[in-house]
């Protein structure tokens, strides 16, 4: 029993496993074995003094058979249970300087054999055994290894246990060895090592009987693997293992048939293969063995086979397997459609957190962070997961780095969370390095580092890490910290969204409607959607919401964005509500005043500035002022600086509010101070005019000016026409003429009646050009501008510049009185009382009667007109009054 009991690894991970660098392998493995201590100068170069005579040779200890009988009676005594007469003996070697009586007491304290397992001193005592070569230093080199690597009993130490392993190897032909060895290269915990290198200690485990060999060739070459992917090669080590797997299983070996099941698993070599796979497991579990039962328990969790599952596991757990109390604790926190328990949750991980299993620990510490399960204590998840950070493990570091980047149980501190998941990354956990790469790509804890993150979340998406795949391809597709990709951005978001990441499903989706992702089908992308917002995914209920509000990639259907959005509400999504308000104001902007007035209930701002303007107007409402200062101030309140400008314009003409010109004048300020383009218009007209305030023609100009620049049509015009009339500002025809084709090209109509007139009268240092001038009023006028109505209506009266056209002028003059245009109501009044030999009459009695007319039927009105202009003294008092236009 005290030879090399060092059993295979429990259970072989199918996880993905990081490819290697090839570099430089270390020069014993390029040829033939090299005794440790003839490389003293590369040992002493890398480890404390303390060990170096370890390594160094020396005199081997001589001992006779009969001190080797002595061995023999120790594990005699032991066997019978005469613990104390065991240890005498073994002291008494020990006494004379024999590394065996060091090395055999070491394994009674590692394996807790007739005494309490205590890994410290027995380590202690496997070094005692090393000062000397002997017999037992290959299995003493190889056990104190395993206790540095594993930070068991003593402070991990890869270094050295890397060294002690070279030493294990060249001293002797055990196949664990040489695999425990081939394992620490793989994992990057020794240095990097040429991947055929670590293949050679492989292959030289299988000669030596190490089955496990094969199975990590297998893993090699498989899609994936560390080394050149062979299907073929991969598909014979695996079945080569499984050949050498089948006569013990069959002779009642239960591990030999819990690997068997492993092969055939979904993951598997061989897999997916249920039956065999279930066959074996449940073949190894009726035996009663932990291990087997543990499984078997695992794949009924996983098949949905609950009750079965947990009995299997309960049966494994209450016969002392570790892994299986760890399983349990985590299927009671909700795992696997399990019932949460939080109280048989904390007692199989307490349980197994106390038999030394850091996986458990870390499961109870961040369930005591989450506090979903579990009663919320991040003084004791903290304290968990640092126990596990002590003993180097890698997932204990990622999460811990996560809890301090995200104030999760603890103060957020970003600085001390980078340097946990700096060692997680080095410990080659991909959790720790997809988040690392993502503090590196938003500067978290860090100066932002765009080429680091993205090398650290390539490593980490490459060993499947879904989240990094995701943020990789978010910021492909952003374009911000990292450039913009979007072949990279689709194919990291594909690969997340393939291996079940919600959030990346919910993105790609998201950019297929949207466009920023060509190629994608909209209602394949719709149907992702709705799969994800099935699932509970709120961020996809709120893209669905979206996209049918805005009719991107489906029709628009606004009920159909309500349910969406009402639904990722109740799911607390945070921009939900905002969604929401701006669906109701699309809806208003439809003609919905009712849709519009939720939105601005639920706090859309623009939906109050809008709801505000149309009280003012009356557009499509009755007109109420008090409800469009109500709506306008509380839009004002929350910083719009176009419900700020509306309410300056309505203090300034007095429109549904005391005139105030002081008062809306500050408002315009406010507005410009916020950047609205239309405030600086406005204030800029009345500076250059000096109307109603203290004219300042430099500042208005500069204001028009300012507002011009950023498009706006209005200050365009307004500019334009002082330009071309000197009005406030040195003339200057060209840039008057500029400004105004640049306000009618945005369809400005007043702009187009001032060029017009420019044109046909050859004003302002333009020159006369009728026919332009009339083809510009003609269009403007057409597009109902009453200015432009009224020119022409009194030029085709008149007969001075073009031909005398009675109807035309008729018709022209009426149109635009009916639309209020003042000098054409008054020329039109002024007419009729020539022709009714009342010229003398009251204009108030003229009005009566044009408005009599205008508001009856437009035919019988227009006809009316047109005979009222056939009186030559009436069409002489109509076109000097229309003079004035």
Same mark, same amino acid.
């Given at each position: 029993?005290?030879t ?5 690894r429990?259970r072989p ?5 990081r490819s290697?660098?090839v570099v430089?392998a270390?020069a014993?493995l390029?040829g033939?074995?090299v ?10 170069a890398?480890?404390d003094?303390?060990?170096h005579d370890w390594?160094?040779g020396?005199t081997?200890a001589?001992?006779?058979s009969?001190d080797?009988n002595?061995i023999d009676?120790a594990r005699q005594?032991?066997?019978n ?10 002291e ?10 060091y ?6 304290y ?13 380590a202690?005592?496997?070094g ?9 230093l ?10 540095y ?6 402070e ?8 002690l392993l070279?030493q294990a190897?060249e001293?002797?032909d055990m196949?664990?060895?040489?695999l425990?060895?081939?394992d620490?290269l793989?994992?990057g915990?020794?240095?990097q090592a040429?991947?055929q290198e670590?293949a050679?200690l ?11 060999g094969?199975?990590?060739l297998a893993?090699?070459?498989?899609p994936?693997?560390w ?5 073929g090669?991969?598909?014979k ?9 089948q ?6 070996d239960t591990q ?10 979904d993951?598997g070599?061989l897999?997916?293969q ?5 066959k ?5 579990a009726?035996s009663?063995n932990p291990?087997a ?6 794949l009924?969790?996983?098949?949905g086979n609950?009750?079965?599952g947990l009995s299997m596991l309960?049966r ?6 570790v892994?299986s109390m ?7 926190l909700g795992?696997?459609?399990?019932a949460?328990?939080p109280?048989q949750a904390?007692r ?5 957190s106390?038999?030394g299993?850091t996986n458990?620990a870390?499961?109870l ?6 506090g979903d ?5 991040p003084?004791?998840g903290?304290?968990l997961l640092e126990?596990g950070?002590e ?7 990622a999460v811990l780095?996560?809890?301090y980047m995200?104030g999760?149980g603890?103060p957020a501190?970003?600085t ?6 700096q060692?997680?990354?080095e410990a080659?956990h991909?959790y720790?390095t997809a ?7 938003n500067?978290?804890?860090?100066a932002?580092n ?6 650290l ?6 060993q499947g890490q879904?989240?990094?795949a995701?943020?990789l391809g978010?910021?492909?597709?952003e374009?911000?910290?990292l450039?913009f990709q979007p072949q990279?951005?689709e194919?990291w978001?594909r690969?997340a969204?393939?291996?079940g990441?919600?959030t990346?499903?919910t993105k790609?989706?998201d950019a297929?409607?949207s466009g ?6 909209? %209602?394949?992308?719709v149907?992702?959607l709705?799969?994800? /917002?099935?699932? #509970?995914?709120a961020? *996809? +209920?709120?893209? =669905? @919401? !979206? ?6 990639g489906?029709?628009r259907?606004?009920?159909?964005a ?5 639904r990722a509400r109740e799911?607390?999504?945070?921009s939900a509500?905002?969604?929401l ?8 902007e %439809?003609?919905d005043?009712g849709?519009l007035r939720?939105a /601005?209930?639920? #706090?859309d701002?623009? *939906? +109050?500035?809008? =709801? @505000? !303007?149309?009280y003012?107007?009356g ?5 109420n002022t008090?409800?469009?200062r109500v709506w306008l101030n ?16 309505m ?8 005139r105030?010109t ?7 300020e406010?507005?410009?101070?916020r950047g609205h383009?239309?405030?600086k218009a406005d204030l800029g ?6 109307n109603?305030v203290a004219?300042d023609p430099?500042r208005?100009?500069e204001?028009?000016?300012s507002a011009a620049?950023?498009g706006?049509?209005s ?8 330009y071309l009339?000197g ?8 840039q ?8 009618m090209?945005s369809g400005?109509?007043?702009?187009k009646y001032y ?11 333009v ?6 001038g009339r ?10 501008h009453?200015?432009?109505m009224a020119?022409?209506g009194r030029?085709?009266?008149r007969g ?8 035309q002028?008729a018709e022209y003059?009426?149109q635009a009185a009916?639309q209020?245009?003042?000098t ?6 002024k007419a009729?009382?020539w022709?009714n030999?009342l010229e ?5 009695q003229?009005?009566i ?8 039927d437009?035919?019988?009105?227009l006809?009316?007109m047109?005979?009222l202009?056939?009186?030559?003294e009436a069409?002489?008092a109509?076109a000097e009054q229309t003079?004035?236009?």
């Amino acid at each position: 029993m005290f030879t090399d009991s060092i059993n295979e690894r429990r259970r072989p991970s199918h996880g993905t496993i990081r490819s290697l660098a090839v570099v430089t392998a270390v020069a014993w493995l390029g040829g033939c074995a090299v005794n440790t201590s003839k490389h003293m100068d590369e040992i002493q170069a890398q480890l404390d003094p303390k060990y170096h005579d370890w390594f160094d040779g020396g005199t081997p200890a001589d001992m006779s058979s009969f001190d080797w009988n002595h061995i023999d009676f120790a594990r005699q005594a032991l066997d019978n249970g005469n613990v104390s007469e065991a240890l005498g003996i073994l002291e008494s070697l020990q006494n004379q300087g024999y590394p065996p009586g060091y090395y055999e007491m070491a394994v009674m304290y590692d394996d807790g054999l007739g005494v309490a397992r205590d890994p410290s001193k027995a380590a202690q005592l496997y070094g005692e055994s090393l000062r000397k070569p002997s017999s037992v230093l290959d299995n003493a080199s190889l056990r104190l290894a395993r206790l540095y690597a594993e930070g068991d009993g003593v402070e991990r130490n890869d270094t050295l246990a890397y060294y002690l392993l070279r030493q294990a190897v060249e001293e002797g032909d055990m196949a664990s060895a040489r695999l425990d060895l081939a394992d620490m290269l793989l994992a990057g915990r020794a240095g990097q090592a040429a991947p055929q290198e670590i293949a050679a200690l492989y292959k030289e485990a299988v000669e030596l009987g190490g089955t496990r060999g094969l199975y990590e060739l297998a893993q090699a070459h498989a899609p994936g693997g560390w080394l050149e992917e062979n299907r073929g090669l991969a598909e014979k080590y695996a079945r080569d293992y499984a050949q050498t797997l089948q006569e013990p299983a069959q002779a009642g070996d239960t591990q030999a048939m819990v690997n068997l099941a492993r092969l055939y698993a979904d993951d598997g070599l061989l897999g997916p293969q249920p039956q065999l796979q279930q066959k074996w497991l449940l073949q190894a579990a009726e035996s009663g063995n932990p291990d087997a039962l543990g499984e078997a328990g695992e794949l009924l969790l996983a098949q949905g086979n609950q009750e079965r599952g947990l009995s299997m596991l309960h049966r494994a757990a209450e016969a002392g397997d570790v892994e299986s109390m760890t399983h349990l604790g985590k299927a009671y926190l909700g795992e696997n459609g399990v019932a949460p328990d939080p109280i048989q949750a904390t007692r199989w991980l307490e349980a197994a957190s106390e038999n030394g299993d850091t996986n458990a620990a870390i499961s109870l510490g961040r369930a005591y962070l989450q506090g979903d399960v579990l009663e919320h204590n991040p003084t004791r998840g903290i304290e968990l997961l640092e126990r596990g950070a002590e003993r180097g493990d890698a997932l204990a570091y990622a999460v811990l780095g996560s809890a301090y980047m995200q104030g999760n149980g603890v103060p957020a501190q970003p600085t001390r969370a980078v340097d946990y998941l700096q060692k997680g990354h080095e410990a080659g956990h991909p959790y720790a390095t997809a988040q690392l790469g993502e503090a590196y790509l938003n500067g978290l804890g860090v100066a932002p580092n765009p080429s680091r993150a993205e090398t650290l979340l390539r490593n980490a998406a490459d060993q499947g890490q879904t989240t990094a795949a995701r943020v990789l391809g978010e910021g492909y597709l952003e374009g911000g910290n990292l450039p913009f990709q979007p072949q990279e951005a689709e194919r990291w978001l594909r690969q997340a969204a393939d291996a079940g990441d919600v959030t990346a499903a919910t993105k790609l989706a998201d950019a297929y409607l949207s466009g920023n992702l060509t190629g994608g089908d909209p %209602q394949q992308a719709v149907t992702m959607l709705e799969e994800a /917002a099935n699932e #509970g995914d709120a961020y *996809a +209920m709120v893209v =669905l @919401g !979206r996209a049918y509000r805005e009719g991107t990639g489906v029709p628009r259907d606004f009920e159909q964005a309500e349910y969406w959005l009402e639904r990722a509400r109740e799911a607390d999504h945070p921009s939900a509500r905002a969604a929401l308000a701006r669906t109701y104001r699309a809806r208003g902007e %439809q003609g919905d005043i009712g849709a519009l007035r939720k939105a /601005a209930e639920m #706090g859309d701002v623009p *939906a +109050m500035a809008d =709801l @505000g !303007r149309i009280y003012l107007n009356g557009s499509g409402v009755s007109r109420n002022t008090s409800q469009a200062r109500v709506w306008l101030n509380r839009a004002a309140d929350e910083g719009h600086a176009g419900a700020t400008a509306t309410l300056g314009r309505m203090y300034i003409d007095g429109n549904g509010v005391t005139r105030n010109t002081e008062r809306g004048v500050g408002l315009l300020e406010t507005a410009i101070a916020r950047g609205h383009s239309g405030a600086k218009a406005d204030l800029g007209e009345l500076l250059l005019t000096g109307n109603g305030v203290a004219a300042d023609p430099e500042r208005g100009v500069e204001l028009l000016r300012s507002a011009a620049n950023a498009g706006n049509t209005s200050a365009r015009m307004t500019l334009g026409h002082a330009y071309l009339t000197g009005e406030g500002v040195a003339q200057d025809t060209q840039q008057g003429l500029d400004l105004l084709r640049q306000a009618m090209a945005s369809g400005d109509l007043t702009s187009k009646y001032y060029l017009g007139r420019a044109y046909l009268y050859g004003e302002n240092g333009v020159t006369q050009d009728i026919e332009q001038g009339r083809q510009l009023l003609t269009e403007a006028a057409d597009a109902g501008h009453g200015a432009s109505m009224a020119t022409l209506g009194r030029e085709y009266l008149r007969g001075d510049i073009f031909a005398i056209n009675r109807n035309q002028g008729a018709e022209y003059l009426f149109q635009a009185a009916r639309q209020g245009h003042p000098t054409a109501r008054l020329a039109l009044a002024k007419a009729y009382l020539w022709a009714n030999g009342l010229e003398n009459a009251s204009q108030e009695q003229a009005m009566i009667w044009l408005n009599k007319v205008i508001d009856g039927d437009s035919q019988n009105a227009l006809e009316i007109m047109r005979e009222l202009l056939t009186d030559e003294e009436a069409l002489q008092a109509a076109a000097e009054q229309t003079n004035t236009i």
